[in-house]
């Protein structure tokens, strides 16, 4: 059914500042040249800048120089990037760049609120930090079009010289609208005994009916099943006078028996490609509790077979995950290798946000192959540690590698890294320059933009930032904390509560509040 629409809200973006020049500039592009360390993408003058791969070779911010040894809190500490791991480790030498594909998976945080609401706490090995912080609404300025604005701030911690560090991506505001490409969705729905706990596949058949209804007439779709052999319920149909197939398709599907995922979703890749709409976006949308059983369990060799679907015709994994027992690790390396992301749904409100009010930023697309890189300036810049992304991690020198995987974008998203980020006594100037590269989904086009923090916009304490700062300040402290990793100025838990109560007074966000109550249910467990 169609629905009254608007046109996206346009943004400016702000300016950048003036890239300062360093006394060591020679030295450190003779240390360029030399080994072949990569430059970040940021511009001269003010503005933001983008490139396309014409302009990829531009130079700003120099590669880092080795760290000099200094004074101050945990100066026996290695300099340079620590390693995002929960035990702490020290970075082998001096480096001063991070690089990672972008993720906007959410599974995470939505999996270990339904675990904490059943009285239990989540398994350390499930909790991935930027899940939690990029579960919540950002205040970040938004391009008009494809590609990203970069926004970066930071606020000082009461650890002495530690402070909290925020890189910003957004994309362009959602639309349903007729502006989008048509969409061509292949629903792979497990449909195994494990699936029949309330809460499993009943709620994926309402998701789908929901959904059927929000897409537009030119949308296509198809069906597919799987227990211990899967089965293609329903080929590629363009939803044009055919809703009520779909309907009766979705709702006759009923539990049997094991799980053969690897079979699901090698049926729901083949029976994609056989109904492939060229100039549409071809995604394939599981629906799981991630618990195969029997046929091939591994997501390696799953999507390996699968390969040429992928990388040939660009079709995209969904992966959207139910059940209070739920194969987290499985179907999170699934939509990572499956150019993708996942959501959890525990109930009908996560079900209406992932498939409703969500749903045009879960099947477009505005970017391919979506890399950020932040360069910190080592002479100010003693440490820093990038919070979760570990599995995202991607090789500095493969920035702008385009041949390196990397996160695939809708309209809507928002991206958000933070970093613990220990800064010289006394530092003053340039902190950091954050950059994004990305594909255009339909050229494959090239493109860069990036932004930069000094240390006298550093806000003086957590409290005096944002709302949202604050708001994503709290969820990765909570993260931290339910994995047991230190996290410079982290209140604890009780604090914690404290403070997402008030902030969901005064953002007015259900979502917000969600967190707050996670957090009490957790420190009344811990």
Known sequence: METNRTRPKRWRQQPYAHH?????????????????????????????HSSNSDAANRTGFPAPAPAVTSGGDNSSQQDGEQTGTPTDKIAPSPDYLSTFALDVDTASYGYARRVLADGQLPDPSTIRPEEFVNSFQQDYDRPDGNGFTVTVDGARTDRTNWSLVRVGLATRTADDSAERPPAALTFVIDVSGSMSETGRLDLAKKSLDEMTDRLRDDDSVALVTFSDEAETVLPMTRLDGHRGQVHDAIDALETQSATN????????????????????????????DGLANTGDTNADSILERVANERRDHGITLFGVGVGSDYGDALMEKLADKGDGHTAYVSNDDDARKVFVDQLPQNIDLTARDAKAQVAF??????????????????????????????????????????????????????????????????TR????????????????????????????????????????AELPGNPGLDELATRAHALATKTEDKDVQQLAEAIDEASRLN
């Open 445 to 484: 086009a090239p493109h860069e933009e990036s932004g930069q923090l000094e240390t006298d916009t550093l806000h003086d304490s957590l409290s005096s930032a944002s709302p949202r700062f604050q708001v994503t300040a709290v969820a990765a402290y909570f993260a931290e904390s339910l994995r047991s």
């Open 20 to 48: 300062r020049t360093r006394p060591l500039r020679a030295t450190l592009l003779a240390l360029t040249a030399a080994g072949g360390l990569l430059l970040t993408g940021c511009g001269a003058g003010e503005g933001s």
């Open 261 to 288: 995922l690897g079979a699901g979703v090698e049926t729901g890749y083949a029976t994609a490609t056989e109904g492939l709409r060229e100039g549409a976006t071809n995604r394939v949308v599981l629906i799981s």
């Open 377 to 442: 300036d080592p002479e100010t810049v003693a440490q820093f540690r990038l919070i979760g992304y570990e599995d995202r991690k991607v090789a500095d020198g493969d920035f702008r590698n385009d041949n390196v995987d990397g996160g695939e974008i809708g309209p809507g998203h928002t991206v958000t890294a933070l970093y613990a980020v220990r800064t010289r006594p006394g530092a003053d100037g340039h902190l950091a320059t954050a950059s994004v590269r990305w594909l255009d989904p339909d």
